[in-house]
């Protein structure tokens, strides 16, 4: 098992509660499956309101540690994921950015 990924989603609209616990608990499983994240390392962080000046609607941004498992493959399952996540619970197509970091390069606490 891998520590991180830090999800971030912008949405224009703020969904309810029952839509996010559920596109969290998606996203968690899809870190744990395909990242082999640990699940307690995991973050989702959504941000509703947000005022998109240009652009898609929905905005993610991935961070994660780079590992030998978070492959080409891996990483493309895991945007399809994210994808899915987003057009199911957000009612969108997101644009999605993924950030490997080099362990070398982080410094984290907690």
Known sequence: MC???IIKIFATHPPGAQVCTA????L???????MQAR?????????GS???LKGAPVLVEAHYRAGAQRDAA???????GLEGACRRWLGETPRIRCF???PAALSARH
């Open 28 to 34: 968690e499983a899809i870190c744990i499956s395909v």
């Open 74 to 80: 891996a990483l493309a399952r895991f945007m399809d």
């Open 3 to 5: 520590p991180m990924p």
């Open 50 to 52: 947000t005022v998109m």
């Open 100 to 102: 490997a970091v080099e």
């Open 39 to 47: 699940a307690d390392t995991v973050q989702v962080l959504l941000s």
């Open 23 to 26: 596109l969290a608990d998606e």
